[in-house]
């Protein structure tokens, strides 16, 4: 499964993003879709996920309420609308695929493939 993710850049500080991420040589369906992020020096942390075969996602505390994971299978594409983005927000985001259990789908380890990621800035 190859992963394109897009739709990073500079915005301010409250503003607005849609990130999205393409799969392409796999069963889209199948797989667990998340989105991770990464500042430098730390490790890969968890945002949002939506599961196979469901309407649930799964989402990190600190961003319940700004942003929303959604996908559309029919266009093997995985979407994180980022509103009320705060300077802490920044960060590169990557798109993930894989089939965790449910208890690991917060786990970068659960996921066997990634996309290049794409950088958000925010600025205030």
């Known amino acids: 499964v190859q992963l394109q993710a897009y739709g990073g850049g500079l915005v301010q500080v409250g503003g607005s993003l849609r990130l999205s991420c393409t799969a392409s040589?796999?069963?889209?369906?199948?797989?667990?879709m998340a989105w991770f992020r990464q500042t430098p020096g730390n490790e890969r942390e968890f945002v949002a996920a939506?599961?196979?075969?469901?309407?649930?996602?799964t989402s990190a505390d600190f961003v319940k309420g700004r942003f929303t994971v959604s996908r559309d299978n029919a266009k093997n594409t995985v979407y994180l609308q980022m509103n009320s983005l705060k300077p802490e927000d920044a960060a590169v985001y990557y798109c993930?695929?894989?089939?965790?259990?449910?208890?690991?789908?917060?786990?970068?380890?659960?996921?066997?493939?990634w996309g290049q990621g794409t950088q958000v800035t925010v600025s205030s």
């Open positions: 993930a695929a894989g089939r965790p259990i449910l208890s690991m789908a917060s786990s970068p380890k659960a996921y066997h493939y």
């Open positions: 939506s599961r196979r075969n469901t309407d649930r996602t």
């Open positions: 040589g796999g069963s889209f369906r199948d797989y667990v």
